[in-house]
């Protein structure tokens, strides 16, 4: 009798602490859905094009910071839906923890762009911001998923180019980036699954 006791004691006591971890993990999950890497990378490619126009050229400063504006809001919308839909809370520690990783990069950037547009040196400004987000994403990986890391690595070396190129080529690597690289990135987390939470 007391062997069987045993072993339904310790099952249940199994079974609890499984409950408990996973409450606990889906406490702390943000959903990561592929739709959204892929409507940010279609933002990026169109700013891309339009700013390779030769009419909007000039422009392509102001072209890419709206992409980046609509690209954050239609990311940030499908991130809650996506949560929201898998029951994963977006707000409280998950959001704050994304927060904490992400907001240094990406203010760094915004400072740097400010910087670098008051002094003329607006050649500087796409291996600035590649390179900053990108690091922005390394950071977020580690309360995340590896991919993002992966995605951010990549970023980062994008960003290190841009620097060396020629100034009739930097708008290249924004494209490639921005539009390219989320853009695969959000077909592949999609297709692998990965957007059931980070």
Known sequence: MRPSNTVTLDSHAA????YIRESMEAAGTIALPGSAGVVMGLVGLTAALLSATATLHPYWLTLWLAAAAVAALAGGALMA???YLQ?????GAPL????LCLVPGLFAGAVLTLIEWRDG???AI???WLLLYGCALVSASAP??????VLGALFVVLGLIAFWLPESLQLLPLGVGFGGLHLIFGV???RKGYGHKI
């Open 15 to 18: 079974a609890t602490l499984r």
């Open 81 to 83: 839906r996506q949560s």
């Open 87 to 91: 029951g994963f809370t977006l707000y």
């Open 96 to 99: 704050r923890k994304l927060a």
């Open 121 to 123: 040196n607006v050649s």
């Open 126 to 128: 796409p291996g600035t």
């Open 144 to 149: 995340t998923a590896r991919i993002v890391g």
């Open 188 to 190: 592949w987390v999609g």
